[in-house]
Every structure is written in structure tokens, then in C-alpha cells.
T-cell receptor, first 111, second 111 residues
Framework: KQEVTQIPAALSVPEGENLVLNCSFTDSAIYNLQWFRQDPGKGLTSLLLIQSSQREQTSGRLNASLDKSSGRSTLYIAASQPGDSATYLCAVINSGYALNFGKGTSLLVTP | EAGVAQSPRYKIIEKRQSVAFWCNPISGHATLYWYQQILGQGPKLLIQFQNNGVVDDSQLPKDRFSAERLKGVDSTLKIQPAKLEDSAVYLC?????????FGPGTRLTVT
């Protein structure tokens, strides 16, 4: 059974800092890995999707990397802003398209 | 392009009552998912439809939960009777490939 772990569970940083969120998974036979953002009381917004054949994806200030062999992914956020405050969820797909989620990292960026 | 629509957004019921949630996926998306997200946890897949057929319902508590997808478009998720531990956010998602798009969710409180 796939287990997805996210570290840290919570993170507080001052505005402007670069930060890294970590995700690990136990079964490396994944199809894709997807990072989501969830704001309080809202649904999930897809940030980046990395296919199993890819090593990284970039969108604006966000960069996600994938190392299938070690079962790890990182989400790098450059020059953090208060508007980045949210919960970040990592999810993997093994088969059948259903997502297996971690518990998330709660990020607070202070002005 | 319209996103995934869900209703109601909030629902409060007493235990042993019944409740139903509705989801309208993105037009043309063949795959529809229902996830349950308990506070502090990542979403957990309840059921996955491909058109109007069930692909995976292995984690659906079938003694109290039921779901259908009529004509391969809209879907409803029902709980009868509800228990206190069913308090959660119920998220609907749809996809035409690997990338899933989520609705805003329905927050259920069972008292």
C-alpha cells in the first residue's frame, strides 16, 4: 500500500525567504506526482504535475522535483509572499488515476 | 471553462440522519472522483467513476455510503445513516487524463 509522508507538518517563515517542502512515498512505481495548494475552506488547486519520466517542473516561483528511485519529491518556493500561506499537499498516482495524498504542510508566510 | 461544481457548500445534520451531495464535473471529463478529507488529513478516495461505471470503490463504507453517476455526467454521494465520524469535507474531482481538477467541496458536520 502506498504511503505518502510530508515534512514538515507546519512551517512559518518571514516574507522573502526561499523554502523547501518535502514529500516521500514508499512505492516508487508511480505514474505521476502532483502538488496542490489548499486554502482554508476551499478546494484543491493544482500547482504542478510531474510525470514519472520527468525530473522537475517549474511554474513561476515554484519548482517541483521528482526522484522516483529514492521515493522523494520537493517543492521549492522562491521569494515567499504572505499570499503563499496555505496548506500544500503532495499526491502520487500508482494506477487507476486515483491520487494518494500526504497529510500536507501548513505554510505561514509572515510580513 | 467552468470548473467542478458542488452543492451544498455546507451541511449540518444530526447523527442517524441522511444527507446527499451533488457534483457536476468539467464538461467532457469522463472520470469523476469523490474524496473524503477529515480535518488535518489529506483527502482519501471514496469512489472513482469512468463515465457511469465504477472503477474503484474499495474504500467506500458501503453499509452507509452510496454513489451514482447518472448518464456519465453529474454524480451524487449519499450517506445514510450518518455517524459522527463522517464529519469531513467531501471533495469531487474530475479528469480527462491524469491531472485532476477539484471542486470547492462540501463541509459536513454531524452532531
Amino acid at each position: 500500500k502506498q504511503e505518502v509522508t510530508q515534512i514538515p507538518a507546519a512551517l512559518s517563515v518571514p516574507e522573502g525567504e526561499n523554502l523547501v517542502l518535502n514529500c516521500s512515498f514508499t512505492d516508487s512505481a508511480i505514474y505521476n506526482l502532483q502538488w496542490f495548494r489548499q486554502d482554508p475552506g476551499k478546494g484543491l488547486t493544482s500547482l504542478l504535475l510531474i510525470q514519472s519520466s520527468q525530473r522537475e517542473q517549474t511554474s513561476g516561483r515554484l519548482n517541483a522535483s521528482l526522484d522516483k528511485s529514492s521515493g522523494r519529491s520537493t517543492l521549492y518556493i522562491a521569494a515567499s509572499q504572505p499570499g503563499d500561506s496555505a496548506t500544500y499537499l503532495c499526491a502520487v498516482i500508482n494506477s487507476g488515476y486515483a491520487l494518494n495524498f500526504g497529510k500536507g504542510t501548513s505554510l505561514l508566510v509572515t510580513p | 471553462e467552468a470548473g467542478v461544481a458542488q452543492s451544498p457548500r455546507y451541511k449540518i445534520i444530526e447523527k442517524r440522519q441522511s444527507v446527499a451531495f451533488w457534483c457536476n464535473p468539467i464538461s467532457g471529463h469522463a472520470t469523476l472522483y469523490w474524496y473524503q478529507q477529515i480535518l488535518g488529513q489529506g483527502p482519501k478516495l471514496l469512489i472513482q467513476f469512468q463515465n457511469n461505471g465504477v472503477v474503484d470503490d474499495s474504500q467506500l463504507p458501503k453499509d452507509r455510503f452510496s454513489a451514482e453517476r447518472l448518464k456519465g455526467v453529474d454524480s451524487t454521494l449519499k450517506i445514510q445513516p450518518a455517524k459522527l465520524e463522517d464529519s469531513a469535507v467531501y471533495l469531487c474531482a474530475s479528469s480527462e487524463g491524469y491531472e485532476q481538477y477539484f471542486g470547492p467541496g462540501t463541509r459536513l458536520t454531524v452532531t
